[in-house]
């Protein structure tokens, strides 16, 4: 049977596709602009009928009628990293959070400690050879689709066919819906005076042929804007945008110096405009890999002068960040901050930046305090922070002692707070 056959026989309407779910079925979906719009509302009028079904995606951006806590024992979401759409479910209890490091999910699930029964993913056109991208979210959905029974792909004409290790051939495949939803875009964020002054501090540590990790949002969007003048910078993070994107247009990013997949860009999943979507399609400079070859700090760590840039909600005097929520409410999640952390400090030349506005609420509360809310928990350990960066200095704390970090720490602090933050720490004996 021809690949175009096979496609045309497997072809059907998302309620029949979704007919393939059984109860007590654990269902894997990708994060982000991955998410199959069609499958999950299809799935969600069937939730009724079903019985201790689990659905696991980082990142859903959409929210979906499974969403309910009348029905949560019949399709329940699991994530290991709130977002908008899940954020009231998992604080209320209707939804479960799973601590993990994003470049650990594709290990948990290979050796079953997190099921995989059913992957729904939202994929592009199958090519000449019969396969079909994951571009936009290959993350931890291909060790899924290595241990699923059931593969349903939504096939997206607008999601891009992309390289390197994102595949799936039909001959794979138990069911194929096409939809024409437009995919999930980003955007644009709000750049002002404190972002700017932060990342003028970041693009100070960052030289010329580092190779980079960074995320969204004002911060690092304005921290492209103040790297336009860098040279042969490479690009190794777990997500791509339109900033990352931006420098690459502009001949900043070169990926001429990296020591891995020199040439190309590397990530693991892509959230952006419709116009990044666009140029990722067919493009050989950009390769998307699952997030263990991507995030993995072993891995990361042999590009030289890796430079992860990540931000935080919280960071104590000690060094101790707090990047997925204050006390026992969840905000976000572990996600690869730690992974990237961890490898820039072990690449030669490497430099960890937590880069974060120095007061949160309007200014009403500081980002550096002197010890964090019980309850709240801890990202990335005061024993791997190294460079903190908010719109007032830097402070370096690899290497420095607990009076040493507190002094940094105070110094880059709002001044409106420093004399408080002093006394505390005097206090608890922090400072002399």
């Known amino acids: 049977m021809s690949v175009r056959s096979a496609y045309a026989a497997k072809l059907v309407d998302a309620a029949t596709a979704v007919g393939h779910v059984q109860d007590g079925d654990a269902i894997v979906v990708p994060l982000g602009a991955g998410e199959p719009p069609t499958l999950l509302h299809a799935l969600s009028a069937r939730r009724h009928e079903l019985r201790k079904v689990t659905v696991f995606q980082l990142v859903a951006l959409r929210h979906y009628d499974y969403y309910d806590p009348d029905t949560a024992e019949n399709v329940r979401h699991l994530t290991p990293f709130v977002g908008a759409a899940s954020r009231r479910a998992v604080n209320g209890g209707w939804a479960d959070f799973i601590p993990a490091h994003f470049s650990e ?138 900033g990352p994107l931006a420098l690459i247009e502009a001949g900043v990013v070169t990926n001429n110096h990296k020591n891995v997949n020199r040439g190309k860009a590397v990530a693991t999943f892509a959230l952006g405009s419709d116009r990044l979507y666009a140029w990722m399609n067919r493009n050989p400079s950009i390769e998307m890999r699952p997030v263990d070859e991507v995030n993995a700090p072993p891995i990361a760590a042999l590009n030289d002068n890796l430079h992860s840039i990540n931000s935080t909600m919280a960071i104590d005097l000690v060094g101790q960040c707090a990047s997925e929520g204050i006390g026992t409410r969840l905000y976000s999640g572990t996600g690869g901050q730690f992974d990237f952390v961890r490898a820039a400090n072990i690449s030669k030349g490497g430099r960890s930046i937590i880069a974060v506005p120095a007061t949160a609420k309007g200014g009403e509360l500081s980002t550096i305090v002197v010890s964090h809310v019980p309850g709240t ?23 420095a002692s607990l009076h040493e970090r507190a002094e940094q720490l105070i110094s880059i602090a709002h001044p409106d707070f420093r004399d408080e933050l002093t006394e505390q720490a005097k206090e608890l004996h922090i400072l002399h």
């Open 105 to 242: 999910l594709p290990g948990l699930i290979r050796s079953e400690q997190l099921g995989s029964d059913v992957v729904l993913a939202q994929c592009s056109p199958m090519d000449e050879h019969g396969f079909f991208a994951l571009g936009l979210s290959t993350d931890y959905t291909l060790a899924a689709v290595s241990k699923a029974r059931t593969i349903v792909l939504e096939v997206n004409e607008k999601l891009p066919f992309t390289f390197g290790n994102c595949h799936v051939h039909v001959s794979r495949v138990a069911a194929i819906v096409e939809s024409e939803h437009p995919l999930a875009t980003l955007p644009g964020t709000s750049v002002g005076d404190v972002e700017r002054a932060i990342a003028r501090n970041v693009a100070d540590l960052i030289p010329d042929g580092a190779t980079l990790q960074i995320g969204i949002g004002g911060i690092p969007d304005a921290v492209v804007a103040q790297l336009m003048t860098k040279n042969d910078l490479g690009l190794h993070t777990e997500m791509i945008g339109d």
């Open 377 to 399: 928990p801890i990202t990335t350990l005061r024993n791997d922070v190294n460079f903190v960066c908010t719109e007032f200095g830097t402070a370096k704390l690899r290497g």
